[in-house]
């Protein structure tokens, strides 16, 4: 029976009883069986199986699912053998009391509602395991501590509650639990965009190292989510902890969907011959040495559409933390997108423990995080150095990606401004000055604040950064007309923008941008002046006019600045 190609099952007893498409990742519970690791940290990008496979390990060992081994027939962990013959891992099933909690619903404007939230689940988790309070297996003083455990209870309750349930978890069944945590870092990556980030650490890392570290009663522990956060942050003194992130070569192959996986499913469902274009739209991820991984929600979004394409993955929930972080980052970063959205990789060292705290100031934490995150693919890896620091050649991961960010930089201008920024497009391309003016400083007094990543911006690095998120604007939406460069050698210097027409019906513009300053120039106009003798003299139209760009198709602005006034001529 084919499978069907539904959306949005995670949970594994579900899909195997409603046969729901499914490829085999039982080999995770094997492989995690093997390695031994007290507490595993596991990193992916959203949407690639992280859920589906902790439920797949909680069915396997779960004593709730005692006796129900028919839900592995016919997958590896379950036919798995050992030298001699017999089953390898079939002894092991149901046998475990599992602890499950997930944080990925865990969205809070500040931290009152961010515990509340935590307290809830923790709260429910007591709930279902009500039975302990029968007989005299807890104390009387543990069965006072059992009714504290509410929605709200105190935070140093909180803290102890997941590592005291396991206490008891363990007399009663007489085997120590397993934990599983899903999505441990949504929590926090909403503290650090809610402006809550302190608060939540402190709760974090008391809750964790009660849960993880200091608890007797743990067996194994596994950790899912998109990001490692500093240890320094929140896993403070958990030593016991193996980290795997998108580098890693342990459990490669566990998440996501192979091309073979695909190009399968594709063939199944009558889609084959879309297999280039699928693979240029959606392939592109790497798990350590595995290349060519696909995601699982966009691959079955483009099934179950009948084939079509869209941007599926990169469409649903979750690109705010990555949208504030270009949006407001600086130059080096804006310039760096426009290197990547041309189609081009860059170099960077980064450093897999995402510091939240140094996200807006340090673009290799950027980089860091769009790594995580999926958004970025590593093409190469070289050690440099005596101390063989990692140096990763990065791009976007494929063209879904590429649309995400296209669509993402077009909402920074129509958030306020759209009709503003398009009408002065449409003068730009005309050469209508008295036009771009009016439309500019619309444009400009409605973004400037929302570029700016710092408390007191300066009259430079303001303009500079909306010059940056300015020049992603128009790539985005001249792509099919020019080329798009900035800060390029040209002449006898370098240019701020260059518009190269792709056919002969447009004409090329240069931009210099300058930021007035008072001790040289009395008014804009003569900053105006300025920007265009800088051109003229640095001769910046001599890589046009090399390519057969006559002069009287080349069109030179001086766009200058004065907070958040501009004046163009």
């Known amino acids: 029976m084919q499978q069907i190609p539904a959306l949005g099952y995670q949970n594994y007893e579900e899909v195997i009883t409603e046969n729901i498409f499914y490829i085999d990742k039982t080999g995770f519970i094997s492989e995690w069986w093997e390695y031994k690791d007290k507490v595993t940290l596991i990193t992916r990008p959203r949407r690639f199986g992280k859920t589906l496979n902790l439920s ?74 009500r039975y302990l309070l029968e007989g005299d297996l807890l104390s009387p003083n543990e069965k006072r501590y059992y009714e504290q455990i509410c929605p709200g209870m105190r935070d140093e309750v909180a803290a102890g509650a997941v590592n005291a349930i ?113 693979k240029k739209w959606y392939d592109g991820f790497t798990f350590g040495a595995h290349t060519d991984i696909y995601n699982p929600w966009s691959i079955l979004s483009f099934i179950n559409s009948g084939g079509r394409y869209d941007a599926y993955w990169s469409n649903t929930s979750g690109n705010e933390l990555v949208n504030v972080l270009v949006k407001k980052g600086s130059p080096i970063i804006k310039q760096t997108m426009e290197e990547l959205l041309s189609g081009k990789s860059f170099n960077a060292e980064i450093d897999e423990q995402v510091v939240f705290n140094q996200l807006t100031g340090n673009a290799s934490a950027v980089w860091s995080l769009l790594l995580a995150t999926g958004y970025l693919r590593l093409d190469r890896l070289v050690q440099i150095g005596e101390h063989k620091k990692n140096l990763y050649t990065m791009r976007l991961t494929n063209m879904e990606v590429e649309i995400m960010f296209s669509d993402m930089v077009k909402g ?76 390029r050698e040209s002449g006898f210097g370098r240019y701020d923008v260059m518009l190269e027409p792709l056919n002969e019906k447009d004409d090329a513009i240069i931009i210099e941008f300058k930021v007035y300053d008072p001790d040289d120039e009395k008014t804009l106009d003569d900053t105006v002046k300025n920007a265009l003798s800088q051109i003229e003299e640095k001769c910046y139209v001599a890589s046009l006019e090399a390519k057969g760009i006559t002069p009287k198709r080349i069109h030179k602005y001086g766009f200058a600045f004065r907070g958040k006034e501009c004046r163009i001529g």
């Open 412 to 487: 920074w201008f129509s958030e306020s401004s759209e009709t503003d920024y398009n009408d002065f497009i449409k003068a730009l391309l005309i050469n209508d000055k008295k036009a771009m003016n009016r439309y500019m400083n619309k444009v400009a007094l409605a973004t400037f604040s929302s570029f700016d990543a710092g408390n007191k911006p300066s009259e430079y690095s303001e303009p500079e950064r909306f010059y940056h998120g300015f020049v992603l604007g128009l790539m985005v939406d001249l792509a099919d007309r020019y080329s798009i460069t900035s800060n």
């Open 166 to 278: 396991s206490d008891f978890l363990h007399r009663y069944y007489g085997r120590d639990v397993i934990i599983l945590l899903d999505e441990y870092d949504t929590p926090m990556q909403e503290a650090w965009l809610s402006g809550y980030w302190d608060e939540a650490v402190e709760f974090f890392r008391g809750l964790f190292n009660s849960t993880f570290k200091t608890n007797d009663h743990i067996f194994r522990g596994i950790i899912t989510g998109i990001t490692r956060i500093s240890k320094e942050s929140i896993f403070s003194g958990l030593n016991n902890l193996a980290v795997i992130t998108t580098t890693s070569d342990k459990y490669a192959s566990c998440f996501g969907l192979s091309e073979e996986d695909v190009f399968s499913a594709l063939d199944r469902n009558g889609l084959g011959m879309e297999k280039a274009n699928v």
């Open 56 to 129: 797949t390990v909680e069915c396997f060992f779960s004593n709730k699912y005692a006796g129900k081994g028919s839900l592995f027939e016919g997958k590896a962990v379950w036919e798995a053998k050992n030298a001699d013959g017999t089953y390898k891992y079939r002894h092991l099933q149901g046998t475990f009391p599992v602890i499950f909690l997930s944080f990925a619903n865990i969205k809070a404007v500040n931290y009152e509602k961010m515990e509340y939230k935590i307290t809830e689940i923790i709260a429910r988790l007591y709930e279902q395991h």
